[in-house]
C-alpha cells in the first residue's frame, strides 16, 4: 500500500471518530496544538531556518521566500489563531432549516463534516496549521500535501500537531502528511475517491489548474488573485493615495495584493503623478499605458502581459481609462474573481461597480487586503475560493461543512 494510500485510510478511520466527538473536545484538543506550538518554537523555527537556506539556494523569489519564513510572531499568531477557532461556533450538527410534512414526519437540515480533506499546497507552512486547525473543528481529517520548499517545516509541525493529540480524545491519525515529494504522489491523491471526500489546492495557477484538470476526487478551487482598484473621478485623493499603497505594499507576495491600478482620465491629470511618486518611495515599479506615461513618464510602457500577470512583488501595472464602465469591461476581461475595489465619493457609481463585478469579494473605499478570513471574522481561512459553488471567498467553518436530512417519524410508511 503506497504512502498516499496509507495515510487516507488512516484519515477516514480518524473522520469517523472526530464526527461524533463534542465541541468541547474539539476545542481542547485546538487549544492542546496552541501550547505545544509555543513550547516547541526553537525547534519549529531551527527548520524553518534550514527550509529558508534551502530556499536561498534554490534563487526562490523574495515572495516566496516571505511565505516560507517562519519568525516568533507568525508562530504565535498561528496558536493564536487556533485559540481564536476556539471562541467560534461550532457549526457541526447546526440545524439548518425543519420541514414539517402533513404526514408527521419532521425532517431536519443538519451540518456535518465534509469527511477527508486533501490539501495540496506550496510554501506557506502557517497554511499546515491553519487547514489542521479548521479541520479539526469542523470534524474532519486532514491529509496534507505540501511543497519540497517547507518540507522540514511541515514534517515538524505536523508532529508537533500529531503527538499534541495523543493527548487528546482525538486520534492524531486525523492530521496526515505526505511525505512523498514526487508528483505521483500528487496525482494518486487527486484520483482517490475512496480515500478523501474533497480536494482544496492552494498555490500558484500552474498547481490549481493541474488540480482542477486532473482530479477526479471534488475540488474546493481556490483561485490566483489578479486585484484591481479602480479610481473614479470623484475619488478622495489622500483616500485613494492611502488604500492603492496598503494594497499593493502591505505583503505584495499574497493574493489579495492589488496588481492593477486603473485610474479615470479625470482623476489622473490632477493626481496621478503623485500617486507614482508615493508609491516610488515605497520601491513600488509602474508599468504603466501610454496614458499613464503622459502623467509619470518615469514608467515602464506595460503591454498585455502586463494586464494578466499576477506579480506577487512591488511591481504595478497602471492603466488610464475614460470611464467606470471601462474599468469594470478591463476587469471582467483580465481579473481572476478574487478581489476588486473602487474609489469613488459617488454612491451611484459604487453601487454599481459593487453589483456589476463578478469577484468573491468587491471593495468601495477599501483594500483589497481585507480579503482574509480572519478578517471577515471566520478566524483562519483554508483558502480563498473565487469558484461559486459550494463556497467563495474566504472559506472558513462553515464552508469546510455539507449537510444531511435526519427524518424523524412515529411510524410513518409511504
Same mark, same amino acid.
Given at each position: 500500500m503506497s504512502d498516499v494510500r496509507q495515510k487516507a485510510k488512516a484519515a477516514k478511520g480518524a473522520a469517523k471518530r472526530l464526527a461524533i466527538l463534542t465541541p468541547e473536545e474539539k476545542n481542547k484538543a485546538l487549544k492542546t496544538i496552541a501550547r505545544a506550538l509555543r513550547d516547541r518554537k526553537k525547534e519549529i523555527l531551527e527548520q524553518n531556518r534550514e527550509d529558508l537556506r534551502a530556499g536561498e539556494q534554490a534563487d526562490l523569489s523574495t515572495a516566496l521566500m516571505d511565505r516560507l519564513k517562519l519568525t516568533d510572531e507568525r508562530l504565535d499568531g498561528m496558536a493564536r489563531g487556533l485559540e481564536e477557532l476556539i471562541e467560534l461556533p461550532d457549526p457541526v450538527g447546526e440545524e439548518l432549516e425543519t420541514i414539517h410534512r402533513k404526514n408527521g414526519l419532521r425532517i431536519q437540515k443538519v451540518r456535518v463534516p465534509l469527511g477527508v480533506i486533501g490539501m495540496i499546497y506550496e510554501a506557506r507552512p502557517n497554511v499546515t496549521v491553519d487547514a489542521a486547525g479548521l479541520a479539526l473543528k469542523t470534524g474532519n481529517a486532514i491529509l496534507l500535501r505540501g511543497s519540497s520548499s517547507a518540507f522540514r517545516s511541515n514534517i515538524t509541525l505536523v508532529q508537533v500537531m500529531q503527538e499534541a493529540l495523543s493527548d487528546t480524545s482525538l486520534p492524531p491519525e486525523a492530521i496526515g502528511l505526505v511525505e512523498d515529494l514526487n508528483r505521483?504522489?500528487?496525482?494518486?491523491?487527486?484520483?482517490?475517491?475512496?480515500?478523501?471526500?474533497?480536494? *482544496?489546492? $492552494?498555490? =500558484?495557477?500552474?498547481?490549481?489548474?493541474?488540480?482542477?484538470? !486532473?482530479?477526479?476526487?471534488?475540488v474546493l478551487e481556490t483561485g490566483v488573485g489578479n486585484c484591481h482598484i479602480y479610481i473614479d473621478r470623484s475619488a478622495d485623493p489622500q483616500i485613494a493615495q492611502t488604500i492603492v499603497i496598503n494594497g499593493k505594499t502591505d505583503r505584495p507576495g499574497v493574493c489579495n495584493a492589488t496588481e492593477t491600478l486603473l485610474v479615470h482620465q479625470d482623476w489622473a491629470k490632477e493626481h496621478l503623478r503623485r500617486l507614482c511618486h508615493a508609491l516610488g518611495e515605497h520601491?513600488?515599479?509602474?508599468?504603466?499605458?501610454?496614458?499613464?506615461r503622459e502623467q509619470f513618464p518615469e514608467a515602464a510602457l506595460a503591454d498585455e502581459t502586463d494586464w494578466e500577470t499576477e506579480y506577487l512583488d512591488r511591481v504595478l501595472a497602471v492603466k488610464v481609462v475614460d470611464s467606470a464602465e471601462?474599468?469594470?469591461?478591463? *476587469?471582467? $476581461?483580465? =481579473?481572476?474573481?478574487?478581489?476588486?475595489?473602487?474609489?469613488? !465619493?459617488?454612491?451611484?457609481?459604487?453601487?454599481?461597480?459593487?453589483?456589476?463585478?463578478?469577484?468573491?469579494?468587491?471593495?468601495?473605499?477599501a483594500s483589497t487586503r481585507f480579503t482574509d478570513g480572519s478578517q471577515f471574522g471566520f478566524g483562519a481561512e483554508i483558502g480563498i475560493s473565487t469558484q461559486k459553488l459550494h463556497a467563495r471567498g474566504p472559506m472558513g467553518l462553515k464552508e469546510l461543512t455539507s449537510y444531511k436530512y435526519h427524518v424523524l417519524g412515529s411510524g410513518q410508511v409511504r
Open positions: 505521483d504522489a500528487v496525482q494518486e491523491m487527486l484520483t482517490l475517491k475512496d480515500g478523501i471526500d474533497v480536494i *482544496i489546492p $492552494r498555490g =500558484g495557477s500552474g498547481l490549481i489548474q493541474r488540480v482542477v484538470r !486532473e482530479s477526479t476526487v471534488p520601491q513600488v515599479e509602474i508599468r504603466g499605458c501610454s496614458r499613464t471601462e474599468a469594470m469591461e478591463h *476587469i471582467d $476581461r483580465y =481579473g481572476t474573481r478574487h478581489s476588486e475595489a473602487i474609489i469613488t !465619493e459617488n454612491d451611484d457609481i459604487a453601487r454599481r461597480f459593487l453589483q456589476g463585478v463578478d469577484a468573491a469579494a468587491v471593495y468601495h473605499n
